[in-house]
T-cell receptor
């Protein structure tokens, strides 16, 4: 069974500061990993995904994430926060070779607050 | 434009009055699913469908029904809504179960 833990339901950073959102996963097989962003009153939008190619994945809006198998982590970072980054962020995992129909399993989300 | 379309966006209803939330995708995806989003609980899968006429329960199926008569459509049915089903609902479609999910804009349901 797969699961995702996102550390910190709320993260607050100053504009221009580093953004770091933490995600740890549990999976019985090498996983696929995803980060989604949800702006107020909108659906979820894919930021980036890891599908067993390069371990450092670049996404939209200047975000990137690094897959670390030894730490079972897939933390999301952005060098310099912008006010428009304020949103809810979800990490998700799936098992590409598990053959199951579970789809993606999501973490509980991290609300990113940007202080001016 | 590739998209998942849900309707309605907002719905207020009374306890026990049957309702249907529609979902349609134009990407010819095999896999479709419904999630509910509640504060502090993230997204929880209600039902999913691997293909036409193939549906199964997710993590929180009680009180919900689905059908998949056509590949593009996956409606969510609440036969007798209750206040604990007040939530934000999302439909999603994937090319396959474990690939990226494309989400609709969401339906905010309030049951009074």
């Amino acid at each position: 069974a797969q699961s995702v833990t996102q550390l910190g339901s709320h993260v607050s950073v100053s504009e221009g500061a580093l953004v770091l959102l933490r995600c740890n996963y549990s999976s019985s097989v090498p996983p696929y990993l995803f980060w989604y962003v949800q702006y107020p009153n909108q659906g979820l939008q894919l930021l980036l995904k890891y599908t067993s190619a390069a371990t450092l994945v670049k996404g939209i809006n200047g975000f990137e994430a690094e897959f670390k198998k030894s730490e079972t982590s897939f933390h999301l970072t952005k060098p310099s926060a912008h006010m428009s980054d304020a949103a809810e962020y979800f990490c998700a995992v799936s098992e590409p070779s598990g053959g199951g129909a579970d789809g993606l399993t999501f973490g509980k989300g991290t609300h990113l607050i940007i202080q001016p | 434009e590739a998209q998942v379309t849900q309707n309605p966006r907002y719905l207020i209803t009374v306890t026990g009055k049957k309702l249907t939330v529609t979902c349609s995708q134009n990407m010819n995806h095999e896999y479709m699913s419904w999630y509910r989003q509640d504060p502090g609980l993230g997204l929880r899968q209600i039902y999913y469908s691997m293909n036409v006429e193939v549906t199964d329960k997710g993590d929180v199926p009680e009180g919900y029904k689905v059908s998949r008569k056509e590949k593009r459509n996956f409606p969510l049915i609440l036969e007798s809504p209750s206040p604990n089903q007040t939530s934000l609902y999302f439909c999603a479609s994937n090319h396959r179960a474990n690939t990226e999910a494309f989400f609709g804009q969401g339906t905010r349901l309030t049951v009074v």
